[in-house]
Every structure is written in structure tokens, then in C-alpha cells.
């Protein structure tokens, strides 16, 4: 997963009730930002495409990494695919 800052985000998002950017298909773990900050997506209950860091920094968690502490400001996730050979699919956490 990548997160890259933007200038705004945009209008036609709700915030999600909670703020989950990514599930692992083949582990159930998540990255997930429990304070600090809001998320957007379609729909209330969808992972969240877009989020924006109200406070000095929020920390993104994963059970198997470090925190990184991400820094106010609005963000979008992109899900990174991997190739490999002839096959282009998703990176499964």
C-alpha cells in the first residue's frame, strides 16, 4: 500500500466509521488509524480511500509492522499490484 499526500479530497466521499485503509485477503490483519485522524469513502462502512490527519500526526498500526507516524494533512491510499512473469495481480498482505 502507498499513501500519497493530496490537496484535497474529494467532495462526493463520506467519513467511514472507522479508519481501516487495507485487510490482508490471506492474514485478517489490517492497517488501521484508531485517533487522530478521519476517513473517506463511498459508503460509511467501505475501507477508507482517502483520510486526513487532524491532529500534529496519527499512527498507522499493523500487526506484524512498526507505526509510522504520519504527519497532519490529507492522504490516498493506492493498493500496489506486483508483477510477476505474465501475471499482474494484487499484493496480498
Known amino acids: 500500500m502507498l499513501i500519497l499526500p493530496v490537496k484535497k479530497i474529494p467532495s462526493n ?6 479508519l481501516t485503509l487495507a485487510l490482508g485477503e490471506a492474514t485478517g490483519h489490517h492497517h488501521t488509524i484508531y485517533g487522530g485522524a478521519v476517513g473517506y469513502a463511498t459508503s460509511e462502512t467501505e475501507l477508507s480511500e482517502y483520510f ?3 491532529d500534529a500526526t496519527a ?3 499493523h500487526q506484524e509492522h512498526t507505526r509510522i ?3 497532519n494533512g490529507k492522504y490516498r ?3 500496489q499490484s506486483e508483477y ?3 501475471d499482474n495481480r494484487k499484493v496480498v498482505d
Open 13 to 18: 466521499l463520506v467519513r467511514t466509521k472507522q
Open 52 to 54: 486526513e490527519v487532524t
Open 59 to 61: 499512527d498507522l498500526t
Open 69 to 71: 507516524s504520519i504527519p
Open 77 to 79: 491510499k493506492v493498493i
Open 84 to 86: 510477476i512473469e505474465q
